[in-house]
């Protein structure tokens, strides 16, 4: 850890964090009240996806979709519009909407090819934002002066790292530059993640093979033809494995950092407190 100790931690002038783990226990809320108290430069890696690397991906499937209709066609056609995403840190719809979901076009589907070729798309993006971390720690420091710095991560920053592999480049630039934080969640906060996906199924980025085994064995299970499945039933059913197929690879990469339970988080509501618990885990990470 780039921090010898929770003293080491409490007395830095740049504080450098990065928070990591499953979508919906609280990285952008805690990212958002750094920020929000000033001092402090929230880098969120799905937005820099969704706007730097997917952005042209995302406007072109906006396109593609606006020339079926005979106004706004022509409109485009003359250059009398854009279209864009209006991407924010606390609303993705764009980037999930892009990424899609496979199964019967009738109820909004995708070819499985087409989907493999946008989840490779993200695959990329991710690397290269998650690369982008260094370049932002300088330039939050040079043009914004801030020193402390906070890495928001995507859910699936496990899918894209190894981090047993001592040369893997993105565990490397994590570990020497970033204190990585896991907000560890509880089976009951599992649970309820899984009963808020089934009432809004989103699109997420999988680990290719997982993804792939997921496809065929649900293929499998149902008996259905490709372009006949239910993409939201599909997602549905992937979605619990995936969570389960996530949970040792954020456990390995918590080997790497400190572990907070998301339970302790909810008590946490100022920088002093957050600053003070990751203090404690540093520690304890230490001892260990």
Not at 43 to 61: F, P
Not at 183 to 206: C, I, N, Q, W
Request: glycine share 6%.
């Amino acid at each position: 850890m780039i921090y010898a100790s929770g003293n080491d931690w409490l007395e830095a002038s740049e504080k450098r964090v990065l928070f990591f783990g499953m979508s919906g226990l609280g990285k952008t809320r805690l990212s958002s009240m750094l920020r929000d108290a000033g001092g402090w430069f929230h880098y969120s890696v799905d937005y820099r996806i969704g706007t730097r690397y997917m952005g042209e991906h995302i406007a072109d499937n906006f396109k593609r979709e606006a020339m079926k209709v005979p106004l706004l066609r022509e409109l485009l056609m003359s250059d009398s519009i854009y279209v864009a995403s209006n991407i924010t840190f606390d609303n993705l719809a764009p980037l999930s909407t892009y990424l899609g979901k496979p199964g019967d076009p009738d109820r909004g589907g995708l070819p499985f090819d087409d989907y493999m070729i946008r989840q490779r798309q993200h695959r990329v993006a991710e690397l290269s934002a998650m690369a982008d971390t260094v370049p932002f720690i300088d330039r939050a420091r040079d043009i914004y002066g801030y020193g402390n710095f906070v890495c928001d991560t995507s859910g699936s920053i496990c899918e894209i790292v190894d981090p047993d592999d001592p040369d893997d480049p993105t565990m490397r630039l994590i570990t020497q530059n970033l204190l990585p934080v896991w907000l560890k969640g509880s089976d009951a906060h599992t649970a309820e993640l899984v009963r808020r996906f089934d009432r809004a199924p989103k699109p997420m980025y999988y680990q290719p093979d997982f993804l792939e085994a997921a496809w065929s064995e649900y293929l499998a299970r149902t008996e259905k033809a490709p372009d006949r499945v239910d993409p939201d039933d599909f997602v549905r059913w992937t979605y619990a494995r995936a969570l389960a197929h996530r949970q040792p690879r954020y456990a390995a990469m918590a080997r790497h950092g400190v572990t907070v339970e998301a339970d302790d988080l909810a008590e946490v509501q100022s920088p002093a407190a957050l600053d003070r618990l990751i203090a404690e885990r540093i520690d304890a990470a230490v001892d260990a």
